[in-house]
């Protein structure tokens, strides 16, 4: 069974240019979430989608973040315009639909680097 | 709400030592408690899992943790530390609504 698949796995913009980051989560799991790491600090949840709904939107940073997931099924992340603060990597997790304690797996996430 | 303390933020051991890292939850009801790993470059491993049951968990790559609600403990362990563990840990809690992750310890290897 595939695992959750992200792309482009590192990417180098420049400030101010548009990075879109595509996440592909485990076949069957109707629960996707986006999560960063900047700059070697916390790893922090930026938003949680059922199917195509969005969930919980509160860790997104700001409207320079769009996250979309069309059908249900992969999602992307948008940054745009990209700041240098936005460097860090960004992990993509899936987990089925059900209650309280499902184990999210994690993709083995898109590194961003804005010069 | 639910929260993860890992205190160690940097820990060095010899290969072949044991090895604890500590983890401390904040929660009212049974948590859900998570180890996580991330090698240099690469992506989170789930390493075990606790929902519920048998306090003592095993995982994957020779790991296990201790859930210990009088002391509101999670520590990951492992007997004898490869070279191959040196990375970065995390502890974390939650499940189906999102997973809020310490701070991490990284985890140095010495021959």
């Known amino acids: 069974e595939a695992g959750v698949t992200q792309f482009p796995s590192h990417s180098v913009i420049e400030k101010g240019q548009t990075v879109t980051l595509r996440c592909d989560p485990i076949s069957g799991h109707d629960n996707l979430y986006w999560y960063r790491r900047v700059m070697g600090k916390e790893i922090k949840f930026l938003l949680h989608f059922v199917k195509e709904s969005k969930q919980d939107e509160s860790g997104m940073p700001n409207n320079r973040f769009l996250a979309e997931r069309t059908g249900g099924t992969y999602s992307t992340l948008k940054v745009q315009p990209a700041e240098l603060e936005d460097s860090g990597v960004y992990f993509c997790a899936s987990s089925q639909q059900g209650g309280s304690g499902n184990t999210i797996y994690f993709g083995e996430g898109s590194w961003l680097t804005v010069v | 709400a639910q929260s993860v303390t890992q205190p160690d933020i940097h820990i060095t051991v010899s290969e072949g030592a044991s090895l604890e890292l500590r983890c401390n939850y904040s929660?009212?009801?049974?948590?859900?408690l998570f180890w996580y790993v991330q090698s240099p470059g690469q992506g989170l491993q789930l390493l075990l899992k606790y929902f519920s049951g048998d306090t003592l968990v095993q995982g994957i790559k020779g790991f296990e943790a201790e859930f210990k609600r009088s002391q509101s403990s999670f520590n990951l362990r492992k007997p004898s530390v490869h070279w191959s563990d040196a990375a970065e840990y995390f502890c974390?809690?939650?499940?189906?609504?999102?997973?809020?992750f310490g701070t991490g310890t990284k985890l140095q290897v010495i021959p």
């Open positions: 974390a809690t939650g499940g189906y609504q999102k997973v809020t």
């Open positions: 929660y009212g009801a049974t948590p859900y």
